[in-house]
């Protein structure tokens, strides 16, 4: 806990470990109050570091022994200070014997070994190793690792490690053991253990070599019939892994184990990934679709990370996108070609792209605003970040779109040729991208070193006579903290041109033999012109197609115009691109008129653009329920000078009212057209229908006809998924239903009581009324007096707290400043708890200079009181961060 800001680490700053590590060998006596750790580790002097001492990191530890080269050391034989143990002038080669004791049931932190359940688990990455012994704890240090578990025989009767089995059996007093053994070398932010009571669900895989592996999903006993949709999405990862990149399962054994406590989604630990519950468990009664493909996605995730961070890991922490944003891009370019179609593609696009914009951008312009790689940090953990996973993967994706898949896969081929079993820099990655291709990719750097998100300008201009287009593209970047100048980037711009019937017009350049429908121009200075010949006609330009680059892009395009993409772009991402920027233009205006108290109105072409998308039944119903899923509030609130989230969130109200009222026939019509046939099942298909059949409901729901009430009251009884019935229900309570039709008051005691043992239920069911535009502090703190509410579990915390805190975003802002003092006090609470989760709490006042006048007093208030508590160095850092900006 600390009072005044931590130090910072700087990226500048690294130097090689004094020491490296070859062996570890660990044996753990498990035991829940005190657990006895001995560490046996071989290191030798590093050739390349200056510094005589070996050092090793620690914290939290009570140390009880520590011996080296077989001499038990005494102060001051070693010095202890910081979070360091320092051995001065050792020999080149020593063993140490180092024994640590632990108390796994006071670790709230969930980070090193702790308690889940009465199950003991571990979490390493970043910094968790040196909370389970003394070690030069940094992922450039990279051992084998031998791992030998004790524990009670009948409480903990699964005991699990890193690698493969090599030994088990009995011990006295009830106690039994295993040992394993981990072939590869590996930091030891990859090490874990497992040991409990668990069951689980098994099977043997042919890889593509012929070799036969064994899969694993451990979890407690009552959710074996919640795991086969997690060895599925495994099965389905090692394919594409297989196929698309030629990269193969490298051990005979690997392992799932899911955890109801974990701070994170889930962690790529050697051959033993440790997953949060929510993205493993599923059957139709208790997972939506949403759940489903958040499965897939994240197990396809930590299983790529095999060998984008794990055969190939990370030379310090600053280089974590290095792994992160390789490893998203990886796994949505998984789901996107698990979807098995070019709209199925494009869905997973938008998806993603809509991430972007309404997490990463407003961190790129806000307090915490910092480069892919970071240059520095006082808390590792607060840079798991949008910015370092999400567009760390589209810059990942802006090498693909640069040298075509073909070549990215080469690049991809020389990165692990070069550097498998070594731990590298994003400049490494980038030099394997540049070499494979012959290219000079030295001003790409910049996508790694300079934060913000860049401004692309695009400027058209049709020459009839010549039948010329003249393009020119201009880019800047906005400052950021720490970062006033900035360099141009490269910038691939992807351009399609439409004619007056919708048709792609080819694009030619002088010189050029082939004109393709689609290009990608490379903006590399701040200001270029490209012109275009033989074009027969004045065409509609479709800029940024699948948004090509991570950029802003400012094109002034009338309605007109954009009506024309809207129904005809050839790019599935540029047509829903198109309803968005006649949807926000129009929110932005209604913002206004909400703050000028004039009347709101919206313009018939509008609703007649919605009602055709909404009736086009050649489109993929999930393409058209993104398309008419209107902006959120935060993405509006990001486009106005001043944050007025009441007015924004009135605007947003009117709009879907009107829309409600004016395509009533409409919605009912896509209702009972996409009713599903047959079993559940959760294919992209079937998704895409229930998401338009309920965002249709959601919108009918806002009508004052308690009829639809009725059918959505029916929909949750009759419903054979929880996508169904969950979306029924949260309509029902967002809309006031629940307050208004008797038959609907009882419904969320209905769930509640129905699901009372699926902890993951319970959790959508907080969440679903912390987000409820009706719902202000008072409804949320009378739900945490609900015996099922608890601070710590993440989970649990997050459901109820975050999803008021950063997803209600009207009520959170509420004018007298109540949701201010709600989450201080909470923060507060929670930082004692669990640091890294509650730093995240913290991230939710990031904009809060942007806000009106009358927010920004009680913010700041609510800011400095939680200034003055002792914070942990996670809460201090962003804390500190917010009220300097
Ligand atoms: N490496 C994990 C992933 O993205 C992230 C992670 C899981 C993590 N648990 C963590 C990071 C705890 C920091 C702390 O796949
Ligand atoms: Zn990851």
């Not at 409990?196 to 451990?218: I, S, Y």
């Not at 990934?273 to 929510?278: A, D, H, K, L, S």
């Not at 007109?560 to 129904?567: I, N, R």
């Not at 929110?587 to 072409?605: C, I």
């Amino acid at each position: 806990m600390t009072s005044s800001n931590p130090a910072t680490v700087y990226r500048l700053d690294y130097t090689a470990s004094s020491f490296l590590a070859d062996r570890i060998d660990l044996v753990f006596d498990l035991a829940p109050s005190v657990t006895q750790v001995r560490a046996t580790t071989e290191l030798h002097r590093n050739p390349d570091s200056e510094n005589r001492d070996i050092v090793l990191y620690g914290e939290e530890l009570e140390l009880v022994r520590i011996a080296m080269n077989g001499k038990v050391l005494a102060k001051p034989d070693y010095a202890t200070d910081n979070g360091e143990l320092r051995i001065p002038d050792a020999p080149d080669k020593v063993t140490l014997v180092i024994d640590t004791l632990l108390h796994p049931d006071q670790n709230t932190s969930l980070m090193g070994l702790y308690l889940s359940n009465g199950n003991f688990f571990t979490q390493c990455e970043a910094e968790g190793f040196r909370k389970i012994t003394y070690f030069p704890d940094r992922p450039d240090v990279m051992a084998t690792y031998t791992v030998t578990l004790r524990a009670d025989r009948e409480k903990y009767p699964v005991l699990l490690s890193n690698g493969n089995l090599v030994e088990e059996g009995d011990l006295p007093n009830g106690r039994h053991y295993a040992k394993w053994e981990d072939p590869f070398k590996k930091p030891s932010y990859l090490f874990a253990l497992v040991a409990g009571n668990l069951v689980c669900r098994e099977e043997t895989f042919r890889l593509a070599d012929g070799r036969d592996v064994l899969l694993q999903v451990w979890v407690e006993k009552n959710n074996l019939d919640k795991t086969a949709h997690a060895m599925e999405s495994l099965k389905h990862s090692i394919r594409w892994d297989e196929r698309r990149f030629g990269l193969e399962l490298d051990l005979d054994r690997f392992m799932i184990v899911a955890v109801s406590d974990f701070n994170m989604g889930a962690m790529e630990n050697k051959g033993l990934n440790i997953f949060n519950t929510r993205y493993v468990l599923a059957n139709p009664r208790i997972a939506t679709d949403l759940d489903y493909a958040n499965i897939e996605s994240v197990v396809g995730h930590e299983y790529f990370h095999n060998w984008t961070g794990n055969r190939v890991t990370c030379r310090d922490w600053f280089q974590l996108s290095l792994k992160e944003g390789l490893t998203v891009f990886r796994d949505q370019e998984f789901s996107a070609d698990r979807t098995g179609s070019e709209s199925g593609r494009a869905v997973k696009r938008i998806e993603d792209v809509r991430t972007l914009r309404q997490l990463q951008f407003p961190e790129d312009a806000g307090p915490m605003a910092h480069p892919v790689r970071p240059d520095s940090y006082q808390e590792i953990n607060n840079f798991y970040t949008v910015t370092v996973y999400e567009k760390g993967a589209e810059v990942v994706r802006m090498y693909q779109t640069l040298l075509g898949r073909d070549g990215f896969r080469k690049g991809m081929d020389l990165y692990f040729k070069r550097h498998d079993g070594q731990a590298v820099t994003c400049t490494d990655f980038l030099a394997a991208m540049a070499d494979a291709n012959g290219r000079d990719l030295s001003q790409f750097e910049r996508w790694y070193s300079q934060a913000g998100t860049p401004r692309v300008k695009l400027q058209s201009h049709y020459d009839e006579k010549n039948r010329t287009l003249t393009l020119i593209l201009s880019q800047s970047c906005p400052q950021t903290p720490g970062q006033t100048e900035k360099q141009p980037f490269l910038i691939p711009v992807a351009i399609g041109l439409l004619d007056s019937h919708g048709k792609d017009m080819p694009l030619r350049m002088e010189g050029d033999k082939a004109a393709p429908n689609s290009r990608t121009l490379e903006l590399s200075e701040e200001s270029q012109t490209f012109t275009f010949i033989d074009v027969a006609e004045k065409p509609v330009v479709s800029a940024l197609r699948n948004f090509s680059a991570p950029v802003i892009l400012e094109y002034e395009q009338s309605d007109d115009e954009l009506l024309h993409l809207l129904s005809h772009d050839s790019d599935h991402f540029n047509r829903w691109e198109a309803g968005q920027r006649l949807a926000l233009r129009r929110l932005l205006s209604l913002t206004k008129a909400v703050q000028a108290d004039r009347t709101l109105t919206l313009d018939s072409a509008f609703i007649d653009a919605f009602r055709a998308v909404l009736t086009d039944t050649a489109l993929d119903p999930a393409l058209r329920e993104l398309a008419l899923t209107l902006p959120g509030e935060m993405m509006i609130a990001e486009k106005t000078d001043e944050i007025d989230p009441a007015a924004t969130h009135r605007a947003r109200q009117f709009m879907r009212r009107t829309l409600a009222e004016n395509l009533e026939k409409e919605w009912l019509n896509a209702w009972q057209e996409n009713r599903t046939e047959g079993a559940y099942r959760p294919t992209p298909q079937d998704a895409g229908k229930r998401a338009l059949k309920n965002l249709a409901l959601s919108y009918l729901l806002l009508l004052d006809k308690p009829a639809y009430g009725r059918m959505a009251i029916d929909q949750y009884h009759t419903a054979d998924n929880m996508s169904d019935r969950l979306a029924a229900l949260t309509s029902l309570v967002h809309s006031g239903w629940t307050d208004k039709l008797p038959e609907a008051k009882a419904l969320p005691d209905h769930f509640y009581r129905e699901y009372e043992n699926e902890a993951l239920v319970i959790d959508k069911w907080f969440s679903l009324q912390a987000t409820s535009p009706n719902a202000d502090t008072a409804t949320v703190r009378k739900l945490m007096k609900h015996p099922a509410f608890t601070l710590k579990n993440p989970n649990r915390a997050r459901s109820l707290i975050f999803g008021f805190c950063h997803n209600n975003m009207a009520q959170f802002h509420a004018a007298d400043g109540s949701g201010y003092t709600f989450w201080s006090e909470n923060l507060i609470e929670l930082d004692r708890i669990n640091p890294q989760v509650a730093a995240r709490l913290a991230r939710c006042m990031d904009q809060w200079k942007r806000y009106i006048p009358s927010l920004r007093k009680p913010a700041e208030q609510a800011l400095r009181n939680v200034s003055e508590q002792s914070l942990s160095r996670d809460t201090r850092e962003i804390i500190g961060k917010t009220l300097s900006a």
